[in-house]
């Protein structure tokens, strides 16, 4: 199978092509469900219940694709009022092996509510396919700042200060809530898609359970986000995406990437 490319085409359609057991994870950023009040892609289902059984359909299809140690992450947010994703997550998890559940932190608030907290994070729901998954804890590391590592170093507990040393130089493991800037309209990285995702966030999925060589696969692939994070990493990758703008959009990003790789 060719990979590194984009597929234009749906989400469904498209899985049920690429042959079983391929891919080391799957990200998939799919449609909300009535989030994104002004995109078709979001609010294409009359009810709750159609979106449920669609999304069913796509993700049994990428447990197909996934190998047996693969992770497969779905993204997802709440609405003003509109809580569907807390039924897929059940849903889901009731059907595939439940892994995590990681926050995203996108470090600013979005949106006004006034009879409630604004809103700052969005999910990701995180199923395995098979008994054990593969996760490279050491791959995501946070560094310690200035301040703890004085004090780490002063503590006369630790008798072996060289290793305390290269433990603090290494960072502490990432928790399960990622904190990352979520991309303002002044950022070099927006590139006109509504629900883009930075770079840096798709990279720590993608590093924590793949290799070199390793491939991930992105049902709903948007403006090129996974595809790029893959490629910068030496990830062999496949994205689907049925929009042709955001199409257009994702090559015109890879395209960028490669010519500046190239100089
Ligand atoms: C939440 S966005 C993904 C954004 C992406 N992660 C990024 O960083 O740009 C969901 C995408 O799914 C696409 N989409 C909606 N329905 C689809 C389908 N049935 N098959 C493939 N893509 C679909 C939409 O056009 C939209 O670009």
Known sequence: MK??????????AELKKIPAACAQSIIADPPYFNVL?????????????????????WLRESMRVLRDDGLCFIFGQLGKREHTFLHLMSRLSLQHPFHDLI???????????RDSFTPQYEMILVLRKGEKAKFIKDAIRIPYNEATITRYLKDPRYK??????????????????????????????????????PIQLIEKLILCCTETGDMVIDPFLGSGTTALAAQQNGRQWLGIEKDSKYLQIARARLKALVSKSKN
């Not at 009040?37 to 359909?57: G, H, I, P, R, V």
């Not at 130089?169 to 927006?190: C, D, F, M, Q």
């Open 3 to 12: 990979t590194n490319r984009i597929i234009h085409g749906d989400a469904l």
């Open 37 to 57: 009040e002004n995109e078709a892609w979001d609010t294409q289902w009359k009810t709750s219940a159609d979106y449920l059984a669609w999304s069913e359909a």
């Open 103 to 113: 926050i995203w932190d996108r470090a600013v608030g979005y949106d006004e509510r």
């Open 160 to 197: 072996d200060m060289e290793a305390r040393k290269a433990h603090l130089k290494k960072g502490k493991y990432a928790t399960n809530i990622l904190r990352v800037p979520s991309l303002k309209g002044t950022s070099s990285e927006k590139c006109g898609h509504p629900s883009q995702k």
